[in-house]
């Protein structure tokens, strides 16, 4: 609880923008962590820049989600934050759909 206390601010600021709790504590630990870690996958990205760099490229649905947010960002003109937004909602929601990466959510039949 102590590391939440020293970035309140900095987290509420997130908050204010739409993003929740989680999303804005994920944002903040970027910008304060040596290395920068993917949103999409948590793998640590090298020469990244923290708060500038968000996916990294080691996976399909990473490098999708980085052309989603420059799609938004330089397509739409929409300002950083948002796109951000707009972008980690839609992998939320896929996220439910198909579930966490590397696991296979198929069903199989049980033959009797």
Known sequence: ???????????????AQGFSFTV????????????????????SMKKATNGVSYFCTNRKECRTAQRK????MYHHRVPRERALKIVLDSLDRTYRQEGPIGENNRTTSIMQ
Not at 1 to 15: G, T
Not at 27 to 39: E, F, P, Q, S
Request: neutral net charge; hydrophobic residues 35%; charged residues 35%.
């Open 24 to 43: 804005s504590k994920d944002l903040v630990r970027i910008h304060h962590t040596a290395k920068a870690r993917c949103l999409r996958c948590g793998d």
């Open 1 to 15: 609880m102590e590391w939440i206390e020293e970035h309140v601010n900095e987290i509420e600021r997130y908050m």
């Open 69 to 72: 947010l420059k799609w938004q």
